[in-house]
Nanobody, 124 residues
Framework: QVQLVESGGGLVQAGASLTLACIASGGTFSGYAVGWFRQAPGKEREFVAATRWSDGRTNYADSMKGRFTISRDITESTVYLQMNSLKPEDTAVYYC?????????????????WGRGTQVTVSS
């Protein structure tokens, strides 16, 4: 059973950086894509970025390019989301998600496995 556990969220001031981590367990992930989504209060969950476990290639939502960087460490079974120059509008619960497949997926329904999320709050 695939399990994903996020960590690294917190309260930061605008302009700060934060790195989230997602530890994956319960399977061999060589054929998987792992993504980050976020959900702000009152809004739908939106795609942030994804990476392919096998080769580390990445895909980003257009609005996330430039400030967010996704990466993975195979030895640690961990996917990271580095977030720079944070803004109050980045405040959300950030979720890690995984699915089997080499295509790029950016819809929530594409991912069958989810973590419980980690809260990121950016104060102005």
């Amino acid at each position: 059973q695939v399990q994903l556990v996020e960590s690294g969220g917190g309260l930061v001031q605008a302009g700060a950086s934060l790195t989230l981590a997602c530890i994956a367990s319960g399977g061999t992930f060589s054929g998987y894509a792992v993504g980050w989504f976020r959900q702000a209060p009152g809004k739908e969950r939106e795609f942030v970025a994804a990476t392919r476990w096998s080769d580390g290639r990445t895909n980003y939502a257009d609005s996330m390019k430039g400030r967010f960087t996704i990466s993975r460490d195979i030895t640690e079974s961990t996917v990271y989301l580095q977030m720079n120059s944070l803004k109050p509008e980045d405040t959300a619960v950030y979720y890690c998600a995984a699915r089997l497949g080499a295509r790029w997926y950016s819809e929530t329904y594409d991912y069958p496995y989810w973590g419980r999320g980690t809260q990121v709050t950016v104060s102005s």
